[in-house]
């Protein structure tokens, strides 16, 4: 039977969203380029539960699609996703401080337990469930905090552009990342590094990263979208040995799931006991994370 490849139409009505946008960019094989903009009520590019839903909405499609769409082709129909900021400074400063808040303060904690578990399936199906399938590209030109740290490093391979910054902000008031730090990181420079990194409110450089073996590849400012151009066409002369190392990477050191489990427990259980010192201290910077000007961002960073 002769399998057609989804066209772009077919695609960007399938995965149309109105934070996450997709399309099919042409390289040396065709890859699926998803850019997510910053949320309209609030300004921030930060993880709201609406994000998180169309993110795993999106991945749900693509490990459907990739299985059903092409059972007989020998290669994925889609063998490349790239994940971009559409942000001019951030990739993503994470999650959302406001929805916390508000949670703790109605003492919800099954609303914030049903968000952070998706947040965990979301990073779960990035750097476990295509695998053998996909490979997933995150660009960075930016800042990426906390969530946003934990997306890009969920994914094959991170280009991050020369100015991006990194970090987990979490500890100033009081919380650590709740979903996949520690698992994504560990399996590159060990649990004690990770733990450091985790709590040491420090923001590493591209560079700085890149020495530590958590940024694949560093370029240039402007010229991330080339990178992965450049990237795509070297990873795709030997495509089905790649994807197989690839596979044998995450069998090797597979993210885990129960693990990821216990730390969203923990994380609610942590969120829902924070001190008014600590309320205080989210507080401050979800009014300078809303107070709008570029400096105030950077502060609340």
Known sequence: MNKQRPSVAALQTHFESRRVSTEIRKMALDTLWVRFDRDPTSGLQNFTPNLVNEFQTLVNSLKSD?????????RSALPYAVIQSSHDEYFSIGGDLKFFRDCIEHND???LRDYSMKCLNLMYAFSAQLKDKMTSIALVQGRALGGGFEMALSTDYLIAEEQSTFGFPEIMFGLFPCTGAMG???SRIGARQAERMMTNKK????GELFDMGLVDEVCPQGQGELAVEQFIATHASRLNARLKVQASRYRHAPLNYDEGIRIVDDWVETAMTLSQEELRSMEMLILMQKGGSQEDRR???
């Open 184 to 186: 994504l990181l560990s």
């Open 109 to 111: 904690a099954s609303r």
């Open 66 to 74: 990739q299985g059903a769409l092409n059972p007989e082709m020998e």
């Open 203 to 206: 923001l590493y450089t591209a």
């Open 299 to 301: 502060i609340a960073a």
